[in-house]
């Protein structure tokens, strides 16, 4: 009895100390970062930066050791290395080149009529090939004839991600007025939070999923009228549908082509459904030794945009859950509800820390800009 107490006495006062030391070894590195206190003269700000930089820096330290060093001198250099930035067109070029050995971009960003036969079955990305799809005649209907990036190409192009990092940016102006074309991701509302990321739209992706989340399945009179309004402020726009990526997209798919088939002729949005492309899109990312379980919808958007556009610039693309500006804690998304915590969930699947480490390499060669700050 005494023994097993002494031994369990001894467990826990090893887990104080480890916890003791890993608070140590944060704070100092946080000062470390963040320079004296002149930038918060109150020193108010410096609690929330312990906080938000314990949990993020443990985050980084647990999924990726060596990247701690890049975020600590990014603040620093992409930020004060911005009006220095150079776009380096031989480089992207070459880049673009490299993709479609890959990839047939204009070809395979959509599905076409021409391509598919009633009754087919189609497979899914990241599901057993056991799960099927069986092509109907409404869905058919609903393809393009052709690609619709066929021979279109854009000189300077936002590619705008989702993270928290948006919130109080002032960027909405400049999204909307400095781009030629604007892409963004999972049909992120823009209205409400138009100051900060622009509502200008003309291409977005669109996982079945949404329908269930943000559309209640389109049970109700109510629902169908706001996914119908929705819509209707994307006249013009490219709904980019992966349909064929989760097999547990299948049912919501149907009640989105239903839908779609009603209201033919009463809606501008114009569709595009990939087929099976994210082998394709995963062998060139891996070439970069970005190899995740799962590429994110931000990185796919940019592979898409490689092929459309001349230059890229990217906003809101920032994983972590603390403010390079501020030093503030951040939610995941922007539109996230106020006091949703950052948890890590996504950032597991995605790799998101390799995945922006690898943007962050990008940003420095000239291939794309990134931009974090907040907009004049
Ligand atoms: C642009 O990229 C090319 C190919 O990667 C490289 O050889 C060249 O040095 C770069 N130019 C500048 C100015 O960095
Ligand atoms: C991709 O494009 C190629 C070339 O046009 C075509 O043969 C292939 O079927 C396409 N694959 C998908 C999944 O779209
Ligand atoms: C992009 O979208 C805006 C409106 O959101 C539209 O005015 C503009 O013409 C579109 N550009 C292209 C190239 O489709
Ligand atoms: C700008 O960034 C480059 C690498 O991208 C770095 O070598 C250089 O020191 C930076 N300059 C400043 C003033 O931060
Ligand atoms: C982001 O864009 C704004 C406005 O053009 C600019 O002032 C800022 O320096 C940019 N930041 C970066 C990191 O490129």
Redesign the pocket.
């Known amino acids: 009895m005494v023994r097993i107490a002494s031994a369990l006495g001894l467990v826990m006062f090893s887990v104080a100390l480890l916890i003791l030391s890993l608070i140590s070894y944060v704070s100092i590195k946080k000062d470390f970062l963040f320079g004296s206190s002149s930038r918060y003269p109150n020193g108010g700000p410096r609690m929330y930066m312990f906080h938000a930089g314990f949990r993020s820096q443990l985050a980084l330290k647990y999924l990726d050791p060596a990247f701690t060093p890049l975020t600590s001198t990014l603040t620093e250099k992409v930020q004060s290395n911005a009006t220095k930035w150079?776009y380096?067109s031989?480089?992207f070029t070459?880049q673009r080149e490299d993709i479609s050995r890959y990839i047939d971009i204009p070809h395979n960003f959509s599905l076409t009529r021409g391509a598919v036969r009633v009754g087919q079955l189609m497979h899914y990305d990241y599901s057993s090939h056991k799960y099927v799809y069986s092509v109907g005649a409404n869905f058919r209907s609903l393809l393009p004839e052709a690609s619709p990036i066929l021979h279109k190409h854009y000189n300077v192009c936002a590619v705008v991600g989702n993270s928290g990092v948006l919130t109080g940016s002032k960027c909405g102006a400049q999204i909307d007025e400095k781009f030629d074309y604007v892409f963004r991701c999972n049909f992120a509302p823009t209205e409400v939070f138009r100051r900060d990321v622009g509502r200008r739209t003309n291409m977005t992706t669109f996982n079945p999923s949404i329908l269930e989340k943000y559309y209640n399945n389109l049970l109700t009179v109510q629902d169908r009228n706001n996914f119908f309004l929705s819509l209707k402020r994307l006249d013009g726009a490219i709904l980019w549908i992966p349909a064929f990526f989760f097999h547990t997209s299948a049912t919501v798919t149907r009640t989105l082509v239903d839908f779609f088939v009603e209201h033919q002729g009463q809606l501008k949005v114009q569709l595009a459904w990939p087929g099976n492309i994210m082998q394709y899109v995963n062998s060139y990312w891996k070439t970069k030794q970005l190899s995740p379980k799962r590429l994110s919808t931000g990185i796919l958007m940019y592979t898409l945009a490689s092929s459309m556009c001349d230059q890229i610039h990217l906003y809101g693309f920032w994983p972590f859950g603390w403010d390079p500006n501020t030093g503030k804690e951040l939610p995941y998304h922007y539109y996230d509800k106020k006091g949703t915590k950052f948890t890590t969930k996504w950032q597991e699947a995605h790799q998101l820390p390799a995945e922006f480490k690898l943007l962050y390499k990008m940003h420095t060669?000239?291939l794309l800009k990134l931009n974090l700050s907040h907009c004049a």
């Open positions: 150079t380096n031989t480089a070459q060669k000239g």
